[in-house]
Nanobody, 123 residues
């Protein structure tokens, strides 16, 4: 089992920055894939960025060049640096972990989820 806890959300103006953190506990050695997903009101959950145990990353086209996913294995913490935020980035952001390889940046691939942290970007 894996427990995930997100933090770092908030309200910013367009063009601003936020850094989300996700602290993992439990069976973290088996977290082959980790990712960030988001869900806006009335919309389906969508992928934002993912990273595997070798550090390879993938991003949704909508955030490429603006968001950066990284992790600190010693701290069991996943990060999402969000720059040049846009109003359309407003959503609940979730951290997720999967023990299955290869990594697929789709919600159905991930078995473990945090409760989310809210991001609101105003124009």
């Amino acid at each position: 089992q894996v427990q995930l806890a997100e933090s770092g959300g908030g309200s910013v103006q367009a063009g601003g920055t936020l850094r989300l953190s996700c602290t993992a506990s439990g069976d973290t050695d088996s977290n082959y894939c980790m990712g960030w997903f988001r869900q806006a009101p009335g919309k389906e959950r969508e992928a934002v960025a993912g990273i595997d145990s070798d550090g390879r990353t993938s991003y949704a086209d909508s955030v490429k060049g603006r968001f950066t996913i990284s992790k600190d294995n010693d701290k069991n913490t996943l990060y999402l640096q969000m720059d040049s935020l846009k109003p359309e980035d407003t959503a609940m952001y979730y951290c997720a972990a999967a023990h299955l390889a290869p990594c697929v940046l789709q919600p159905t691939h991930y078995a473990y989820w945090g409760r989310g942290t809210e991001v609101a970007v105003s124009s």
